[in-house]
């Protein structure tokens, strides 16, 4: 079974300048997560999709940060414009459900990432 | 406020000294408690889910614990290929979501 499909692997932008990733869940994976990953913390949820329609967006910096999810498969995260302290990892992340009554449905399975950085 | 810190925050481990990590968490009903193993450059790899107080999970060299307030990751006679990031994580009923701790580094020597 293929995993959680990112790209690009690696980013470099100047600030201010625009930038989008791409991600490709598990088939079959109905939820859909963007994590951004700080060195030395661990993943921090972003935004939350189920199918199509956003689940959790509260900590997504609404200002600069947009996603979205297309005919609830494939998703994209755009920063604009960006930031210093936007250099990060950003994680993609599927599970089969979530939130649901079925708690072995909301393991997440991660891609291995875009790393970003913002000079 | 669901909260997670692991301990310690790095650790250096001779080839077949066996360790635990820590992983203490607060949270509002909890759901589940996953580990993850994560490699430099790459994504976190899912290792195990708990449930509830009391239950364990084996795979090869680790072993993970549950209980009402905190969860071990025990790393018997451990090697090098085991060195890696190990991040934990918790669900809550009250919002769904992980919540992770900061993870611990945990370097094994030849």
């Known amino acids: 079974e293929a995993g959680v499909a990112q790209s690009p692997r690696y980013k470099i932008i100047e600030k201010r300048q625009s930038v989008a990733f791409w991600c490709n869940p598990i088939?079959?994976?109905?939820?859909l997560y963007w994590y951004q990953q700080i060195l030395g913390q661990g993943p921090k949820l972003l935004i939350q999709?189920?199918?199509?329609?956003?689940?959790?967006d509260s900590q997504l910096p609404k200002d600069r940060f947009s996603a979205e999810r297309l005919k609830g498969v494939d998703s994209t995260l755009k920063i604009q414009p960006a930031k210093l302290e936007d250099s990060a990892v950003y994680l993609c992340?599927?599970?089969?459900?979530?939130?649901?009554?079925?708690?072995?449905?909301?393991?997440?399975?991660f891609g291995p990432g875009t790393r970003l950085l913002v000079l | 406020e669901d909260q997670v810190t692991q301990s310690p925050e790095a650790l250096r481990l001779q080839e077949g000294e066996s360790s635990s990590l820590n992983c203490s968490y607060t949270v509002s009903g909890l759901r589940g408690l996953f580990w993850y193993r994560q490699d430099p450059g790459k994504g976190p790899e899912f290792l195990f889910t708990?449930?509830?107080a009391g239950e364990e999970k084996e795979k090869e060299r680790l072993k993970a614990t549950l209980t009402k307030k905190e969860s071990f990751l025990h790393i018997t006679a451990p090697k090098p290929e085991d060195s890696a990031t190990y991040l934990c994580?918790?669900?809550?009923?009250?919002?769904?979501?992980?919540?992770f701790g900061t993870g611990t580094r945990l370097k094994v020597l030849a």
């Open positions: 992340a599927s599970s089969l459900a979530g939130g649901s009554s079925k708690k072995s449905q909301e393991t997440q399975y």
């Open positions: 708990l449930y509830s």
């Open positions: 994580a918790v669900v809550g009923s009250g919002t769904y979501k992980y919540i």
């Open positions: 088939s079959g994976h109905a939820t």
């Open positions: 999709f189920q199918n199509n329609g956003v689940v959790d």
